[in-house]
């Protein structure tokens, strides 16, 4: 089993650009959340799924970030203009249902300049 | 509502010392509390669960519910706890389904030889 995983490790790109993360998450798991670690605020829960429907999208900063889960094994977080205030890391975790614990990508770290 | 609180965002110890991380929660219900794990520039990784009741590379944590925390001790630091710490929170509502997975701030844990 490969876990969750994230793409890219890294990314870099200019303030204003379109960014997309993408995350598989491990296969049979149904529930699916995208966090963002950052040093002021830790770990922050933007949205998550369950069997592919958004259940809770209130962490979503704002209207620049989306993000969809097309079918049961990627899910994307967009986000479009990005800031330099978006620069942090972002995790994917997926769970075999709501009621189990959770499985932690790697990470993508976004830097925003 | 559900809230963890982690007070301290370092603590920085000596190799053989005691170690205690602190955390408390705020939730109307019946919680379900765990420890995660991140050690530098990797994944999380769940390292304790209170319902299992374990102890895990020498870390035990106890709900307490009268004081509505889950403190993580450890009697001896090793170098290779250091690391950062995350104390989770997963309620359940009144139809017995969990909800999220929210963090608290997490401490990072210096052990020095």
């Known amino acids: 089993d490969a876990g969750v995983i994230q793409s890219p490790r890294h990314e870099v790109t200019e303030m204003g650009q379109e960014v997309t993360l993408r995350c598989k998450p491990i296969s049979g798991h149904n529930s699916l959340f995208w966090y963002r670690q950052t040093m002021m605020r830790g770990l922050e829960l933007l949205i998550y799924f369950n069997n592919n429907v958004p259940i809770d999208d209130s962490g979503m900063p704002e209207d620049r970030f989306s993000a969809k889960m097309p079918n049961a094994s990627f899910s994307t977080l967009k986000i479009q203009p990005s800031e330099p205030r978006d620069s942090a890391v972002y995790f994917c975790?997926?769970?075999?249902?709501?009621?189990?614990?959770?499985?932690f990508g790697s990470g993508t770290r976004l830097t925003v300049v | 509502a559900q809230r963890v609180t982690q007070p301290e965002k370092l603590l920085s110890v000596f190799k053989g010392a005691p170690v205690e991380l602190k955390c408390n929660y705020s939730y109307s219900g019946s919680p379900e509390l765990f420890w995660y794990v991140q050690y530098s520039r990797q994944r999380l990784q769940l390292l304790l669960r209170h319902i299992s009741r374990e102890s895990i590379k020498g870390f035990t944590a106890d709900l307490n519910k009268g004081e509505t925390s889950f403190h993580l001790k450890k009697p001896f630091a090793q170098e290779e706890d250091s690391a950062m710490y995350y104390c989770?929170?997963?309620?359940?509502?009144?139809?017995?389904?969990?909800?999220?997975?929210?963090f608290g701030k997490g401490i990072t844990l210096s052990v020095r030889p």
């Open positions: 989770a929170l997963k309620g359940r509502n009144y139809t017995g389904a969990n909800s999220k997975l929210t």
């Open positions: 975790a997926s769970s075999r249902t709501l009621d189990y614990g959770y499985t």
